[in-house]
């Protein structure tokens, strides 16, 4: 009877999977690098909640998915598990980044200068419905005309063809020259990782940080939305804000002692500034930047802003939810979130019967 079940089951599984293979078949299908030229933020958001810098790949799960992203983030988490790790990767400074946009929310004028870089924040929200003619436009103009004096990168982000790199000194060298930013100790311990290692509290910083870099992206602004309208006590002003190209370096195998770059990743970092040993805004000794840091893979500055805001509100002490460090890492890992959430579609028949039997039992003692 099981048996029968069983195969059961494993034939309307197997008609399910060609009926969803049926119902995504597209009349016009879409390649692989059409999706990684035309969503990059969606493929940098992804890859971040992935944790694997691998934008391919990143399109070919959202293909594969059908444009789900919690989907295609399970299929690129998957994947890297079954990656092998050869090298650690030396610590990097975002100084050093090869910048693309750069901004303070702090000083108008700031060494190097504001760099816009391409943005939305400052377009119109108006539908442009010129866009649904796109395909015309762009084979009437050529691909040549439409990106004229631009060469393409991968993840959507262009460099002005010839243009100089630009590299900046950090902002909040203006406030540690005035004497106004709290010097904090360095911390030199390993890093811990979230990905070898169990998460336990609390826990240290780099487990922090990095599993909210990981963390689901809408959960996080929930949580950084909570923390700034008063359910926490954070409302910090973004000393810079910064994306671009990081070089990645490993020790040498061959040479000992030298180190060689491997490639570059695209990166988003904040940071955030808040008042340090104080009660209240209005009265406080220094600024800090002591918490309130947010770095995540590819452009994705709400992400970053709201990871800032998380690390700083995690180290203030009172009763809000975005100051509870296991509520916030342990519910914003979005594979898990989205598994213990759907596995209720699975089957409960057993336990479901035995809530069924409780209830019968009790209403047969109350007739």
């Not at 690129?76 to 610590?91: E, F, G, M, V």
């Not at 990097?92 to 700031?110: L, N, Q, T, Y």
């Not at 009437?140 to 002005?160: L, M």
């Not at 909210?212 to 973004?238: C, D, I, K, N, Q």
């Amino acid at each position: 009877m099981a048996y029968v079940a069983v195969k059961g089951g494993e034939a309307a599984i197997e008609q399910s999977l060609k009926l969803l293979k049926h119902c995504h078949a597209a009349k016009r299908p879409i390649l692989v690098e059409d999706i990684l030229e035309n969503m990059p933020y969606l493929i940098d958001q992804i890859m971040s909640e992935a944790g694997l810098y691998a934008p391919e790949y990143a399109a070919l799960a959202l293909k594969q998915s059908s444009g789900s992203t919690e989907e295609a983030v399970f299929l690129l988490r998957a994947y890297r598990s079954t990656l092998k790790r050869d090298y650690y990767s030396l610590p990097e400074d975002c100084k050093d980044m090869r910048i693309c946009r750069r901004i303070s929310a702090s000083f108008k004028d700031i060494p190097g200068g504001q760099i816009l870089g391409p943005t939305f924040d400052y377009s119109h929200r108006m539908l442009d419905f010129s866009l649904m003619d796109d395909k015309e436009n762009f084979e009437a103009e050529g691909k040549e005309d439409n990106i004229k004096g631009y060469e393409g990168e991968a993840c959507g982000q262009e460099e002005v063809r010839n243009a100089e790199d630009i590299y900046c000194t950090r902002v909040d060298d203006i406030l540690r020259k005035d004497g106004v930013l709290e010097e904090v100790s360095e911390d030199d311990s390993e890093p811990f990782d979230v990905t070898t290692h169990v998460l336990t509290f609390p826990a240290p910083r780099s487990a922090r940080l990095q599993t909210l870099t990981r963390s689901e992206t809408g959960f996080l602004e929930g949580v950084a939305y909570s923390a700034m309208r008063g359910y926490g006590a954070v409302h910090p002003t973004v000393s810079e804000l910064r994306s671009g190209w990081l070089s990645i370096e490993i020790m040498d195998p061959l040479e000992e002692g030298e180190t060689i770059v491997i490639g570059e990743l695209y990166l988003t970092e904040v940071e955030a500034l808040w008042p340090s040993h104080t009660e209240t805004d209005e009265e406080f000794d220094q600024l800090t930047l002591s918490g309130g840091y947010g770095c995540v893979i590819g452009r994705n500055e709400t992400k970053a802003i709201a990871m800032s805001i998380a690390d700083a509100s995690l180290n203030t002490v009172g009763g809000a939810p975005s100051q509870d460090e296991e509520f916030v890492l342990t519910h914003g890992d979005c594979l898990e979130m989205q598994g213990f959430i759907s596995h209720l579609k699975l089957p409960h028949y057993v336990t479901f019967q035995s809530k069924l039997d409780r209830v019968r039992k009790k209403e047969n003692k109350h007739d």
